[in-house]
């Protein structure tokens, strides 16, 4: 039984694999934009949407796998209530309309090389108030690594680049494939916090 206050075990876990899928999915995403920034015919980069995709369901099963493992788990404590629902969901509201707007502004102003930097940055900015609300520490790195690495390519890397003999667009490229690394990385510690739930507890008879 978890103390109180505090998720169960089962609720921890869940929360923990939850977060596995986000990073999976949206590193995929963000890959995709990487792909999309080469510029290459479709054919030529195939291969690395193949790649991307697979990491992406790999660390789907991994989240499935680690909620099976908690399946018989003890589903008692507290679980989140309606103001931590609240915050969490005004907080992704927030980072959806600033998402929006910035797209809205780039398309009217022709900026639209700054779109994957601007919401680079919202979606690190968005990952600091989840570090506090879910209290996961490394959220805070999560966040800071994208706005480091968006601005970091705004401030010194040329919008274009050649990249195997060919023009590229360098924003898309940088931006898009460190993102998904990052989101990748943390989904791979994520679940290392999850596993080590799983053994405590099998540790404890229940």
């Excluded at 995709?32 to 949407?49: D, N, V």
């Excluded at 909620?67 to 927030?94: D, T, V, W, Y």
Aim: glycine share 12%; hydrophobic share 55%.
């Amino acid at each position: 039984m978890a103390a109180d206050g505090q998720l169960s075990p089962k609720a921890a876990v869940h929360g923990t694999a939850n977060g596995v899928f986000f990073m999976a999915i949206f590193g995929v995403l963000w890959a995709y934009t990487g792909i999309m920034g080469l510029q290459k015919p479709a054919g030529t980069t195939r291969w690395l949407l193949a790649i991307a995709i697979l990491v992406g369901v790999g660390f789907c099963v991994a989240g499935f796998l680690l909620m099976r493992s908690a399946r018989r788990f003890p589903g008692g404590g507290q679980k989140p209530g309606k103001r931590h629902l609240l915050k969490f969901n005004l907080i992704f509201a927030a980072e959806a309309i600033s998402i929006a707007a910035v797209i809205v502004l780039c398309n009217d102003t022709g900026n639209l090389n700054l779109i994957p930097i601007l919401v680079a940055v919202i979606v690190g900015l968005h990952f600091l108030p989840l570090a506090s609300l879910f209290r996961v520490k490394l959220y805070y790195a999560t966040g800071l690594l994208l706005c480091l690495l968006a601005l970091f390519t705004w401030f010194f890397i040329p919008e274009n680049l050649v990249f195997g003999g060919d023009e590229a667009n360098a924003y898309m490229v940088i931006v898009g494939f460190g993102s998904a690394l990052i989101l990748w990385v943390t989904a791979f510690h994520i679940l290392g916090i999850g596993r080590k739930i799983i053994v405590e507890v099998k540790k404890v008879p229940i």
